[in-house]
């Protein structure tokens, strides 16, 4: 009895470290990986899906309403996806608010000119729980950036690399 006793407290001891372990190596998506494939409806009626993209380069960029960096890079996000339309580039802002009515609030305050969803799974697929956070994904599929902290998309040297990334499709 008291060898039973002591497999089944080691086959509980193992699952339980197999368990910790699981949860700290939780799946981060980070620059060269291939994007999680996924398909979200934006709020304007559009599909946006990986990895079927259109040979277009995808900026996802999760957010918050109560964020206040991602308030702050709402306006130069907006620029971005203007100025580069045209250009093969998508712009898809993806909120993790839980309340609607604030996700809604921040829409109309601050109307941002890229598409947008509310959508609040997609996130833990990369492995993101801090915002903003934007990734920079390729027509593969690939991340070719990650950027974990807000930015200013009109900076020339985003400017420059999305120019030169524009030059390689």
Known sequence: MDRLLV??????????????????????????????????TADNGRSVSLPHFG???????????WCAPCVEETPS????????????????????????????TFLRKYQPAF?????????AEFG?????ETYIIGADGKVLRKIAESADWTDPNMIRYFDSLLQNL
């Open 77 to 104: 996000l907006s620029r971005l996806a203007q100025q580069y339309a045209d250009k093969g580039v998508v712009v898809l802002g993806v909120s993790v608010d839980q309340n609607e009515a604030s996700y809604r």
């Open 115 to 123: 598409l947008t969803a509310r959508e609040r799974k997609l996130h």
């Open 55 to 65: 040979g277009r380069l995808l900026v996802l960029n999760f957010w918050a309403s």
């Open 7 to 40: 497999l089944l407290l080691c086959l509980l001891a193992a699952a339980l470290v197999g368990a910790i372990y699981a949860g700290i190596h939780e799946r981060v998506v980070a620059e060269g990986d291939t994007a999680p494939g996924f398909s979200i």
């Open 128 to 132: 993101t729980f801090m915002y903003p």
